[in-house]
Structure formats: C-alpha cells, structure tokens
C-alpha cells in the first residue's frame, strides 16, 4: 500500500483551548508527498469520533470540540467510503497525529477547558453537612460499570485518565456580613459519581455528594465551578476557565 505522509498543523500537540474558544477550533493538515490521485480526509476525536464527512478538501475548518482532552488524528484514503468493499481497495492512505505512545512520533492531544454547573439556582440553599453539586464532564471520565447493564451506571475511567489533564475545583467565597468568615474549595475527588447528560450523548453529568469544605460559615456565598489542568506527576495547577460566580445561602 503506498503510504500518504500528512501533517497537523493545527492545533498543536498539548493545546489548550478555554470556555468560548472551544467552539470553534481550527483543524489544519497539510499533505507531504504526491502522486496518489484524489485523497479524501478525514478527522478524528478519541472524544467524539469522526469531525467531518470524508472530503478531498477538509484541509483546513473549524469545528467545537466538548470539554476534555481528546486524542486528534488527521487521516487519508484514496477511497471515500468506510465499507468493507472501500477498505480493501484502498490503495493509498495516511495518518497523522494520535495518542502520545504506541511509537507514534507526532501525537496531537488537546485539551478542552470548559466549565459548566448544573442544577444551582441563584438564591438556593446548600447545606455544609451534606450538599450536591452537579457539573458537566466529558463522556469518557466516566465508563459504564458493566457495558452488558448499563443501569447499572458508571464508574471512574482510569485509561481516559492517562490522557485527560483536567480537574474540576468548586470555589466558595463569603458575600456580604458578617466578615472574617472563611472561604473554601472543593476539588474533584473519588467521591465524584457519573450519570448520563439529558441533552448530549458526548457528555456526562459529573455528581458530587457530601460534606462541603471544611471551615466554611453559614449565610450568604459565592459559588463558582473552575476547570483547571494538573500537571502530571507534580502539585502544578494550571487555572482554566471558570463560571460566574452564583450567590448561594450556606446553612
């Protein structure tokens, strides 16, 4: 098979991309050699899986991508379609980025910053014993815990963890008197459970149960949900996109 050589151009390998700017991100590749006749390409999420129809002009498009990190590859064949029929008579094909092992030389992962809470309400009452806080997450944070019963729910994903380089960070902060009282965070934890998004299919609802931080007073709060980058094997915190703050009464 004669082998295609492509490139990423855009984005870079290890890009991150914060709250609106996720909504359109440029995909860029470039073709390295010739002589193989029409080519038509295609884009690849580890998250989302295909980003386009296969096209013989998709060099150059933007696309939003869901939060998370998502493992990108830039890919081409000289048939159009994806049949069995289509695959064995490709003749030409290529493929560019991937994940950052399994030999190959130029991965392209990105991450995606984007913060969203659900279910609170300006004004509403969250009780320092026992509260829960609900987020939007990417699907594959979460896998199901026996794919043969999905009613079974979901459970942490350690593989995606090996990728993904996002945490999630609740920030409390006193509003109004009386002063002097403590502000606290809440940073996502293995008491994190999953469930599936009502509107999205690529996403999850990640659910926090229990006991707000340690310290915080009662009365009025600000409440706000950061998304934030951990480097690997260090207490390095990268700040990423973070929501307006929602009053909240602490009882």
Known sequence: MGVVQLAIIEPQNGQ???????????????????????????????????????????????????????????TTKDVQGDGREDIEAVQHAGMAGGPPEDGVVA???????????????????????????????????????????????????????????????????PSGPPEGRASGDLVQSTDLTFGP???NDDLLIVRYNGPLPAGLGTGNYTLALRVEELVENSNVVTPGHETAPVAVVLT
């Open 107 to 173: 991965p392209c992962v990105v991450h995606v910053f984007i913060a969203e809470m659900v279910g609170v309400s300006a004004g509403q009452n969250l009780s320092r014993a026992n509260s829960t806080l609900l987020a939007v997450a990417p699907k594959q944070w979460g896998k199901h815990i026996d794919p043969e019963r999905p009613e079974l729910g979901y459970e942490l994903n350690g593989d995606y963890h090996k990728v993904n380089k996002i945490r999630y960070r609740w920030r409390f902060r």
């Open 197 to 199: 998004h009502p509107d």
């Open 16 to 74: 991150r991309f914060l709250g609106a700017q996720a909504s359109s991100v440029r995909l860029r590749g470039e073709l390295l050699s010739s002589g193989h006749g029409t080519l038509y390409y295609r884009w690849y999420s580890s998250q989302a899986g295909a980003l386009n129809e296969a096209s013989d002009d998709h060099f150059d498009f933007t696309k939003p991508l869901a939060v998370g990190s998502h493992v990108l590859t830039f």
